[in-house]
């Protein structure tokens, strides 16, 4: 049974920084790309990076570009995400998710999904 579970979230001012992690067990983790999504109330789920299964190619959404780092550790089969300078826009419910495919620009190509973790920046 494939797990993807998120921790790291939580309340934080304006300008701080997160570090979010998604621990993966089931599959052989170092066979996926990987990526971060997120999503506010009443917004659609968006890609926010990915990451290539070997950690070489990276994808950043252009509101986290320079800010946000994505990273993985395929010994530790786990995924990070460090988050600086953080806005109040990027409030959301963040989630790690896998594909086999090496490249999936569409939600519906990603195989696996965690449960989330909620971002709270304050102004």
């Known amino acids: 049974q494939v797990q993807l579970v998120e921790s790291g979230g939580g309340l934080v001012q304006a300008g701080g920084s997160l570090r979010l992690s998604c621990a993966g067990s089931?599959?052989?983790?170092?066979?996926?790309?990987m990526g971060w999504f997120r999503q506010a109330p009443g917004k659609e789920r968006e890609s926010v990076a990915t990451?290539?299964?070997?950690?070489?190619?990276?994808y950043y959404a252009d509101s986290v570009k320079g800010r946000f780092t994505i990273s993985r550790d395929n010994i530790k089969n786990t995924l990070y995400l460090q988050m600086n300078t953080l806005k109040p826009e990027d409030t959301a419910a963040y989630y790690c998710a896998a594909t086999v495919r090496p490249w999936a620009p569409d939600l519906f190509q990603w195989n696996y999904w965690g449960q989330g973790t909620q971002v709270t920046v304050s102004s």
């Open positions: 089931g599959l052989t983790f170092s066979r996926y790309a």
């Open positions: 990451i290539s299964w070997s950690g070489t190619n990276t």
